[in-house]
C-alpha cells in the first residue's frame, strides 16, 4: 500500500519537473509553475514549495512569500467540488451574501473550510464577470449558475453529490 | 464547396455562456443536421455583443435578424421558421421599451442607437478564434500601414494628437507615455499590456480580450515598434481562463501569419507575445506591483519615479497600457488622429466602455462617446431602474471610486467631471444603485474588499483601512457614534496622503464620497439607530401585517430557524429573538403581507 502512494506521488513529481524543464528553470516563471504545482496537487504544502525551490534555484522563503500573497495559492486542501461565490459588487447588491449563508447552511462548512466528505468546499471570490446574471455562483472550473436564489442551493449541492467522486 | 447561405451568431460572453449559450448551440447544430443544413448555414460563436440581460443572444445574417433569451426549445424555432421558411421569429426579437423591434433594424434598440464602437468594434460580429475573420474587418491593416508607411515618431504624434488617455482609470494621455517609453535610452524594451481587470462590476477588458484578441496583439505590436521594443507580456487574470485560452490561439494564428515573431511582414522589424498569468491579488493592477508579478515576485507596489517608462520590467523601459487602450489603437491609426479627436470632450477623447450592472434593466456591455450624460446612460441605454424604483446612486470606479447620487445624473462622463463629484473615470465598472440600497453597507462593501487586497507595505492603507471598516461596522451595528464620522473623513485623508500606490490613495474615496453625499444615512444609522433602506441587519425587524396575513403558512415552513408562528388561516408572526433575518419569508409570501420595519 504504502509502496503504491509513494509510486504516485513520484508520478505527480515527475509531472512538475517536467514543466519546470519547459520554462528551462526561469525563477520568473515561479507563478507559472505553482499553478501548474497546484493543479497537480491540488494545494500546495511546503514539501511542494521546497521541491520549487530547489529546482528553480531560489530560496524556499521566495516561495513562501510568494504562496501566501496570492489569494488563488492555497496551502490547504479543498475540496474536489469547489464553490465560488462571486462577491462583486453586482452580486452583492443582489444578494450574494445570502447565498453565502445558504451554502454554509447546507454544507456546515464555513469559507474556505472543507467539507467532512472532501467533496466541496467554499470560496468567495472576486467579481467573475458576469455581473448581469448577479448573483452568480461558480463550481469548479466550468460550472456556471447565474440568478441563483438561496432557494435553488440545496439542489446545486444534491447534484454534485449525486456524481460523488465521479 | 456549399454556399453559405446564412450565417448565424451566437454570442459566447460570459453572461450568455451562463445563460445557457453551450447548450442552445448544440441543439441549434443538432437541428441544422436534422435539416441537412449544416453545411449550408454556419454557426459561428462570437464575443460579447453587450446586451448580457437579454442573453443568450442569436443573430440570423445576412438580414440582421436579432433573438433575445434563445432556449434550447425555442431555438428550434429559429431552424424551422426562419432559417427553413424564412419567417422571422416575432416572438423572440429583441425588445424595446415601446414593444418588438422589428426584425431590419435592431440598431434601433436604444440600447445601441447612442453606442459608438470603437473599440468594441469587432464584438459580436465575427469568430474571435478565427484570424481571416479579425483581417476582413480591417484587422493587420494598422499595423501594415505603421510598418511600411511610418516612422515611429510618427506613430507616436498620432496617438498624441488622437488624445487618447488610459482607460484604466487614471487617465494619463497614452501618446505622452508612448513618448516617454521611445526616448529612455536602452537596448531592451518592453510592452505590457495590463489585463488584470480586478475591479468588481466590471468586465470590460475581458469582453474584448474574449471577443477580439487580435487588436490587442496588433496594437501591442504597433507599440513595440513605436517605442522600439522587442518583447510583450500580456498579463491576465487567471479568474478569465477563457480570455487566456483565445489568447493564446490567436498569438498562434498571428505567428503562423506572419504578424508576430521574426522579420514581420518582411520588414525586418521583430516582436513577440508572451502571456503571464496572475494569482488574484487587486493590487496587481497597480502597473509597478504588475511588473513585480510578472517577474515572479510578490505583487507589492515600488515607489514611483522612476516610472515604468524609465525602469520597468527586469529594470529595462516598460510600456504599460490597459486592454481598452490598446483595443482604440488600430482605428487610431487607421482613420486618423482627427477621427478619434473629433469624437467625445474637450479633455476626453473618443469613448468609454463600460460594464452597466447592478439595480437596471438593460445590464451588459456599452460603449459610449465621452460626454454622454449618466442620465441617458442609465435611462436611454440601460432602460433606468426596474421596478419602479427610484434611482439612488450610481458607482464609478469600484473600491477606488464612488457614489455619484441622482441629482448629478446629467454630468457628462468625463475624466473631470467625475473627479470633481469625488469618484473616477476608472476602468469602467458602472453599478446603479436603487432605494434599496444602504449606502453605508456598499461604503463597508467596498472597505472590506480593499482591507482584503491591501499589500500590507503601507502602514496607512493595510492599518487605516481597517480601522475605517471596523468604525463601519459599528456604524451598521447600530454602536455607532457621532464623533466617527468625522474620524471616518479624518482617517481617509491621511489614508489618501500617504499611501504609495494608487489602491491606497484611493480606497478611502468610496467612504468619503457616501459621507458627502449620504451624510442623512450615516446620521440615521448613528444617531436614530435606523437603516433607511433597510438592509443592515441588526437594525431591522420583519414584521407581518395581521390584515393581509390569510395564515396560508408558506413563510413559517420557509423559515430556517422556525422563528415564525401561527395556526393555519390565521395571522402569524414572527418572533425577533429568534429570527436572522435572512429574507426568505418576504420572498415566499403572495399576500405582500411580511415587511421590513427600522425603528
Not at chain 1, 50 to 75: D, Q, R
Not at chain 2, 187 to 200: H, I, L, R, T, W
Not at chain 2, 372 to 392: H, M, S
Request: hydrophobic residues 35%; glycine residues 10%; aromatic residues 8%.
Amino acid at each position: 500500500m504504502e509502496k503504491s502512494v509513494c509510486k504516485e506521488h513520484e508520478k505527480l513529481y515527475r509531472e512538475l519537473d517536467e514543466f519546470i524543464q519547459e520554462v528551462e528553470g526561469d525563477s520568473s516563471a515561479l507563478i507559472e509553475v505553482l499553478h501548474k504545482a497546484q493543479q497537480i496537487f491540488g494545494h500546495l504544502p511546503i514539501e511542494v514549495q521546497e521541491h520549487i525551490a530547489e529546482k528553480l534555484n531560489i530560496p524556499v522563503s521566495k516561495v513562501f512569500g510568494v504562496v501566501t500573497f496570492y489569494s488563488l495559492f492555497t496551502m490547504k486542501p479543498r475540496g474536489k467540488y469547489q464553490i465560488k461565490i462571486c462577491l462583486g459588487t453586482a452580486c452583492y447588491v443582489k444578494g450574494a451574501d445570502k447565498l453565502m449563508d445558504r451554502f454554509k447552511e447546507e454544507l456546515e462548512i464555513e469559507e474556505g473550510e472543507v467539507t467532512k466528505d472532501g467533496l466541496f468546499s467554499l470560496h468567495a471570490v472576486r467579481c467573475l464577470g458576469a455581473c448581469s446574471m448577479a448573483p452568480v455562483v461558480m463550481i469548479g472550473e466550468s460550472d456556471f449558475y447565474g440568478r441563483v436564489t438561496p432557494d435553488e442551493v440545496p439542489k446545486i449541492i444534491r447534484n454534485y453529490k449525486n456524481r460523488g467522486g465521479k | 464547396m456549399a454556399v453559405s447561405t446564412n450565417t448565424i451568431l451566437i454570442c459566447a460572453g460570459g453572461a450568455c455562456i451562463s445563460a445557457g449559450e453551450k447548450s442552445v448551440k448544440q441543439v441549434l447544430e443538432e437541428k441544422l443536421r436534422e435539416y441537412a443544413l449544416d453545411g449550408v448555414v454556419r454557426v459561428v460563436e462570437t464575443g460579447c455583443m453587450g446586451a448580457c440581460d437579454l442573453g443568450p443572444i442569436v443573430a440570423v445574417f445576412p438580414e440582421g435578424v436579432y433573438y433575445q433569451k434563445v432556449n434550447t426549445e425555442n431555438v428550434k424555432k429559429i431552424v424551422e421558421e426562419h432559417i427553413l421558411k424564412g419567417r422571422v421569429v416575432e416572438e423572440m426579437l429583441f425588445e424595446g421599451p415601446q414593444g418588438k423591434i422589428a426584425a431590419e433594424v435592431y440598431e434601433e434598440h436604444p440600447f445601441f442607437k447612442k453606442q459608438v464602437k470603437i473599440a468594441t468594434r469587432n464584438l459580436g460580429i465575427i469568430d474571435p478564434m478565427n484570424i481571416d475573420e479579425y483581417i476582413a474587418r480591417d484587422g493587420y491593416f494598422a499595423l501594415t500601414k505603421v510598418l511600411t508607411e511610418m516612422t515611429p515618431e510618427q506613430v507616436i504624434e498620432v496617438v498624441k494628437k488622437s488624445g487618447l488617455r488610459g482607460r484604466g482609470g487614471a487617465g494619463f494621455p497614452t501618446g505622452l507615455k508612448w513618448e516617454f517609453t521611445r526616448k529612455s535610452q536602452s537596448d531592451k524594451k518592453f510592452v505590457v499590456c495590463n489585463a488584470d481587470e480586478g475591479d468588481p462590476g466590471a468586465f470590460m477588458d475581458r469582453s474584448i480580450l474574449e471577443g477580439d484578441p487580435h487588436t490587442v496583439l496588433e496594437a501591442m505590436t504597433i507599440a513595440g515598434y513605436a517605442i522600439g521594443g522587442q518583447k510583450g507580456y500580456i498579463y491576465v487574470r487567471a479568474e478569465y481562463p477563457l480570455a487566456i485560452e483565445r489568447l493564446k490561439n490567436a498569438i498562434n494564428q498571428a505567428r503562423e501569419y506572419g504578424f508576430l515573431g521574426e522579420n514581420i511582414l518582411g520588414t525586418g522589424f521583430s516582436f513577440d507575445i508572451e502571456i503571464r498569468i496572475g494569482a488574484g491579488a487587486f493590487v496587481c493592477g497597480e502597473e509597478t506591483a504588475l511588473i513585480n508579478s510578472i517577474e515572479g515576485k510578490r505583487g507589492q507596489p515600488n515607489v514611483k519615479p522612476p516610472y515604468p517608462a524609465q525602469k520597468g520590467l527586469w529594470g529595462y523601459p516598460t510600456l504599460i497600457n490597459n486592454v481598452e487602450t490598446f483595443a482604440n489603437i488600430p482605428p487610431i491609426i487607421i482613420k486618423g488622429a482627427d477621427w478619434f479627436a473629433s469624437i467625445g470632450t474637450e479633455t476626453s477623447k473618443g469613448t468609454k466602455v463600460f460594464a452597466l450592472a447592478g439595480k437596471v434593466k438593460n445590464t451588459g456591455l456599452v460603449e459610449v462617446p465621452m460626454g454622454i450624460t449618466l442620465r441617458e446612460l442609465i435611462y436611454d441605454i440601460g432602460g433606468g431602474v426596474p421596478n419602479n424604483k427610484k434611482l439612488k446612486a450610481v458607482q464609478t470606479g469600484g473600491p477606488s471610486g464612488g457614489c455619484i447620487p441622482a441629482e448629478y445624473l446629467d454630468t457628462p462622463v468625463d475624466y473631470e467631471s467625475l473627479k470633481e463629484l469625488g469618484a473616477i473615470m476608472g476602468s469602467g465598472g458602472m453599478i446603479v444603485m436603487d432605494e434599496d440600497t444602504c449606502m453605508v453597507d456598499v461604503a463597508k462593501f467596498f472597505l472590506q474588499f480593499t482591507v482584503d487586497e491591501s499589500c500590507g507595505k503601507c502602514t496607512p492603507c493595510r492599518e487605516g483601512t481597517r480601522k475605517m471598516l471596523e468604525i463601519l461596522e459599528k456604524i451598521t451595528r447600530g454602536e455607532g457614534e457621532e464623533e466617527d464620522l468625522e474620524k471616518l473623513e479624518e482617517l481617509g485623508k491621511i489614508i489618501i496622503d500617504s499611501s504609495l500606490c494608487g489602491l491606497g490613495q484611493t480606497a478611502p474615496n468610496p467612504v468619503l464620497s457616501t459621507l458627502k453625499y449620504f451624510r442623512d444615512e450615516y446620521e440615521a444609522h448613528v444617531k436614530e439607530k435606523r437603516c433607511p433602506a433597510k438592509v443592515c441587519k441588526d437594525l431591522i425587524r420583519y414584521v407581518i401585517d395581521s390584515e393581509k396575513c390569510v395564515g396560508c403558512t408558506a413563510c413559517a415552513r420557509v423559515c430556517p430557524v422556525g422563528a415564525i408562528s401561527g395556526e393555519v388561516r390565521k395571522a402569524h408572526d414572527i418572533d425577533p429573538e429568534i429570527c436572522t433575518r435572512c429574507g426568505s419569508c418576504i420572498e415566499v409570501c403572495r399576500f405582500g403581507a411580511i415587511s421590513k420595519v427600522s425603528p
